[in-house]
């Protein structure tokens, strides 16, 4: 859906961590591409001046946005302005409402602490409610099925849903939106994407450092609250869904992927694997005994026409070996007519850091000997400076008020509901050695094991 272009951005949080990593170098390149010319305005509790800002985006954009581009760089500090207050004082947005000028949709982005989206939420809905405003909410929307319903609730309160732009980067990222665009671009794949053909699917997060000063956030939320309910469900649902029809309408890619959610059992506790890396309570900010997982494998099943029988598995974590992501569906093994021994083939799709198609294969040994050889058709899918920054496009789809790459409120709560039931109790997770793929019992989920992603020499 999309509609008008907004006159006019402000972002909450300006002073913060995800300013600093994600939105200013987001802002450049939005500046840039010429996707941004209007008023873009900081709004902080910190008691920053302009000038400390544009001193802050200028740092940001040299750690983390490949430097301070000529052109889009000072074109940008052009556009920036700064509102200073208290997100709880009506008075701050009574200033920001004085410098959003006559602009009529502006986006409202809270890249701020979930616990402080109600308030703002009320108070942005003062000063623009009514009119064509947006709001863009940052993860994590919710900490369970509960106040995923509530903080709807709340901010249903001031705009309907089309004005909500719910954020996970993972829609913004293209090896993510290419995994639906090359199931349903190739006449191959899709005659042999079901239980038929299909034996199981794996996804892999795997990251290679811990929790990066992140204690206090992390040890409230750990790996199934961060990355499984929102980027790795993103995934699972792209890859089990059924085809969008062919309307322009951006509804219906998003009513097909809460169709794949609602197929889903809500996770049972002995179908999951819970671990924590050894040194995590040395962490700052984190709890003392404190049993928040920073590892967790899963199973899932999608009980539909397509997909029945066929597990889904699921894993991610902090301080893993590489650093990962992939997916690998696995296609059953062909009956053995050869008099050798066959294994399945496969497709796997990695998702980062690099782009890559494989196609797990058998050939003849030379001489027949051995039976057969395995190997992978591989496609690499790289164009130099063609790489996009997933901020820029929700922002830019943001300003234009196409909500189809956003997660829906249908979208959300289903999501919580499948991981709801083990977000509290359990055992305790078990303590796993940095480096390592995890606690050895996140094997026994699978059976025939995890495809561990290769770790190729380095060029
Ligand atoms: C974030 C999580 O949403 O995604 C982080 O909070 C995680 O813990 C990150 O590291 C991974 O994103 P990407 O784009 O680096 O794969």
């Not at 308030?119 to 900490?143: D, M, N, T, Y």
């Not at 899932?300 to 997909?307: G, N, P």
């Not at 083939?345 to 050939?363: D, K, W």
Request: glycine letters at 12%.
């Amino acid at each position: 859906m999309s509609g008008e272009r907004s006159e006019a951005l402000a972002f909450y949080g300006a002073t913060g961590d995800l300013a600093y990593k994600k939105i200013f170098p987001a802002l450049q390149r939005l500046v840039g591409s010429g996707a941004l010319d209007v008023p873009v305005i900081g709004i902080s509790r910190g008691g920053w001046s302009l000038e400390r800002l544009r001193a802050r985006a200028r740092q940001s954009v040299e750690e983390h946005g490949g430097g301070a581009d000529p052109v889009a760089f000072p074109r940008l500090m052009r556009l920036l302005r700064y509102v200073e207050g208290d997100y709880g004082d009506p008075a701050t947005f009574d200033a920001l409402r004085r410098e959003l000028g006559e602009a009529a949709r502006p986006v409202h982005y809270l890249a701020i602490p979930q616990a402080l989206f109600e308030v703002v939420v009320g108070q942005v809905g003062r000063i623009c409610g009514g009119g064509g405003a947006r709001l863009v909410l940052e993860k994590p929307f919710g900490s369970d099925l509960d106040s995923a319903r509530r903080l709807n609730a709340a901010v249903h309160r001031a705009f309907d849903e089309r004005s909500i732009f719910r954020i996970d980067h993972y829609l913004g990222k293209e090896a993510v939106q290419n995994l639906v665009f090359f199931r349903f671009a190739n006449t191959f794949l899709e005659p042999i994407w079901n239980r038929r053909y299909v034996e199981s699917v794996q996804v892999t997060m795997a990251e290679p450092f811990g929790i990066k000063g992140r204690g206090a956030f992390y040890d409230q939320t750990g790996t199934i609250r961060d990355v499984v309910q929102n980027h790795l469900l993103q995934v699972l649902s792209n890859i089990a869904m059924e085809p969008p029809s062919a309307t322009r309408d951006g509804e219906t890619l998003r009513d097909e992927k809460v169709k794949v959610l609602k197929a889903v059992a809500p996770l049972e506790q002995a179908r999951v694997v819970r671990g924590q890396f050894r040194g995590y309570h040395d962490e700052p900010g984190v709890a003392p005994g404190s049993t928040t997982e920073t590892f967790a494998a899963l199973e899932l099943s999608v009980a539909s026409w397509r997909w029945d029988g066929v597990p889904f598995f699921i894993r991610a974590g902090k301080n893993l070996p590489v650093s990962r992501t992939e997916v690998v569906v696995k296609l059953r093994r062909p009956p053995p007519t050869l008099g050798v021994p066959l294994v399945s083939n496969h497709v796997r799709f990695r998702l980062g850091p690099e782009f890559q198609i494989g196609l797990g294969a058998t050939v003849r040994e030379p001489g027949g000997l051995n039976g057969g050889h395995h190997l992978e058709l591989l496609a690499s899918h790289h164009h130099e400076g063609a790489e996009t920054d997933p901020y820029a496009e929700l922002l830019g789809d943001a300003m234009r008020g196409e909500t189809f790459r956003f997660a829906r409120e249908d979208y959300v709560e289903e999501a919580w509901r499948i991981v709801d039931p083990v977000l509290r109790g359990g055992p305790p997770p078990t303590v796993y050695e940095p480096g390592t793929w995890g606690p050895p019992e996140a094997g026994a989920l699978v059976p025939g094991g995890w495809v561990d992603p290769a770790v190729e020499a380095p060029p």
